[in-house]
């Protein structure tokens, strides 16, 4: 069964540090990698999406991919109390069916 | 990017009672559209998925008969919760892909239906 494995925190960070969410993906077959942002009581909006290895950077945000490793990350540079969250992780089959992780909560502290 | 609106936002109501949550793509066709539920700090839980003009897919344990789901065109879908009780509340989202390069990908979601059911 194809799973999305990420810590669920809370992760506390102090405000202006970087932020570092992590994630391992179980299908090698998995070609497409997000992240999306969940505030409390709202809907899930991405945040980012990767495909290829490496570094993918937008604005504060870069995700990372190692597919040999199986492992995807999000870095938040700078963090803001705006950024305190639930980040979920999600990679797509061939049926670009989403299988999501069971998302990582993050605490910036002031 | 792709807009999906979702609606009702709130809605309370009695025990036995049916609500009706419809869900729309704005701004592209969506093809398929998934609805979600989410209990209070616990993670998305992917309740059926519905192709355009074909019956819902329901997950393993999701009750066809109590979520009734109608996807009649390429821009609405809608969820009917069925006699409802209170332990339907939850948070109800729906999400929508299409089949353009730019969507095809990616879900894009609806606001959420906060159900609470007295």
């Known amino acids: 069964q194809k799973e999305v494995e990420q810590n669920s925190g809370p992760l506390s960070v102090p405000e202006g540090a970087i932020a570092s969410l992590n994630c391992t993906y179980s299908?090698?077959?998995?070609?497409?990698f997000f992240w999306y942002r969940q505030y409390s009581g709202k809907s899930p909006e991405l945040i980012m999406s990767i495909y290829s290895n490496g570094d993918k950077e937008d604005g504060r945000f870069t995700a990372q991919l190692n597919k040999a490793s199986q492992y995807v990350s999000l870095l938040i540079r700078d963090s803001q109390p705006s950024d305190s969250a639930t980040y979920l992780c999600?990679?797509?089959?061939?049926?670009?069916?989403?299988?999501w992780g069971a998302g990582t909560k993050l605490i910036i502290k002031p | 990017g792709a807009v999906v609106s979702q609606h009702p936002s709130r809605v309370i109501c009695k025990s036995g009672t049916s609500v009706k949550i419809e869900c729309r793509s704005l701004?592209?066709?969506?093809?398929?559209m998934f609805w979600y539920r989410q209990f209070p700090k616990k993670s998305l839980m992917l309740m059926a998925t519905s192709n355009e003009g074909s019956k819902a897919t329901y997950e393993q344990g999701v009750e066809k008969d109590k979520f009734l789901i109608n996807h009649a065109s390429l821009t609405l879908s809608t969820l009917t919760v069925t006699s409802a009780h209170p332990e339907d509340s939850s948070f109800y989202i729906c999400?929508?892909?299409?089949?353009?390069?730019?969507?095809?990908?990616?879900?894009?979601f609806g606001s959420g239906t906060q159900l609470s059911v007295l």
């Open positions: 701004d592209f066709q969506a093809t398929t």
């Open positions: 299908d090698r077959g998995s070609q497409s």
């Open positions: 999600a990679d797509s089959d061939s049926n670009y069916q989403l299988i």
């Open positions: 999400s929508a892909r299409g089949t353009a390069v730019r969507v095809r990908e990616k879900l894009f």
